[in-house]
């Protein structure tokens, strides 16, 4: 048990930067570019420790809230994820409602961190972040429902479990794979990535996330960038687990085959973003409300 959460959460917290590094340099790959190292997000969170934090005199403790809360909340939300094959550390009945509002407690206090600040820009991106988050949750929910439905089980650990491969071939299959489009999406929206949000912009009106942390500098900062890499690593795992099925047998040869999956989903989302450009504001909650209805129509192939 005790290797096994070592195991798990040694693969969380070395393994989730790497992934931006990938996502960064596909894109340069397709830009025509060299681009920047795949370790260069360890270096960027090495420097941003070595740096001294830079406080407004209107903040709070809430605004130093926002970041811890940031980090915390991925890494309890990967004990009740399975990693592949990789069983979850925990587990209970209802564990997978736990789960979906554990990222709302930490959207909570990111978004009341940028509040705290008492600018009118990362109240903008606020309002943006919670409008767009409450759009995705059904599609979520749905998607979550129709894998309960298909495994007859409530804990995360049920519904990723072995019979997906079963299941992928058996009737089930196409409701598997509209709920794999979907969770991809939210997978996008959820870690603010093109076509919904840009991570690399610098324009203050068309920001979204990035605009809710530009008060943050130093280890704060650092601890934002390193929570929004542990999250986009933990709401990736559903994604793989549904693109890979199967296990090897080992612990290790799971893991191995846990982190070739989150390779390819890296690279996935690379492509995504350079063979697409952003949405238009106005798109956004059009295509959330369009992957909650597949969604939906995933659980009525289930129940029928």
Not at 261 to 284: C, D, F, N, P, T
């Amino acid at each position: 048990m005790l290797a096994g959460t070592l195991l798990h959460l040694s693969l969380l917290l070395l393994f989730a930067p790497l992934w931006q590094g990938v996502i960064v340099k596909t894109k340069a790959r397709f830009a025509g570019r060299v681009g920047a190292p795949l370790l260069q997000p360890y270096h960027d969170l090495a420097r941003l420790l070595r740096k001294e934090c830079v406080f407004s005199r209107t903040t709070t403790w809430v605004f130093l809230a926002g970041p811890v809360v940031g980090v915390a909340v991925p890494v309890l939300a990967a004990l009740f994820m399975p990693f592949g094959a990789l069983p979850a550390p925990l587990a209970f009945n209802g564990d997978l409602l736990l789960f979906v509002y554990l990222f709302g407690l930490a959207r909570f206090f990111t978004v009341a961190a940028a509040l705290d600040t008492g600018s009118s820009f990362e109240g903008m991106g606020g309002a943006r972040e919670v409008t767009f988050s409450c759009l995705a949750e059904p599609t979520v929910l749905f998607c979550l429902i129709v894998l309960a439905g298909i495994a007859d089980g409530l804990s995360l650990t049920a519904l990723l479990g072995p019979h997906l491969l079963d299941a992928w071939r058996g009737p089930a299959g196409l409701s598997l794979g509209l709920v794999l489009v979907c969770l991809f999406v939210v997978l996008l929206v959820e870690n603010s990535r093109i076509p919904f949000d840009d991570p690399n912009t610098h324009l203050e009106l068309t920001m979204i996330h990035e605009v809710m942390v530009l008060d943050h500098s130093g280890p704060a900062f650092a601890l934002v960038l390193y929570g929004a890499a542990l999250k986009l690593m933990v709401l990736a795992a559903p994604v793989v687990r549904l693109l890979l099925p199967v296990a090897t047998g080992s612990p290790v040869g799971d893991a191995l085959l846990f982190l070739a999956g989150m390779l390819l989903l890296a690279v996935l989302i690379g492509v995504v973003e350079s063979v697409m450009a952003r949405l238009r504001l106005l798109r956004i909650p059009q295509v959330l409300v369009g992957t909650t209805l597949l969604a939906g129509f995933a659980l009525v192939l289930v129940l029928r």
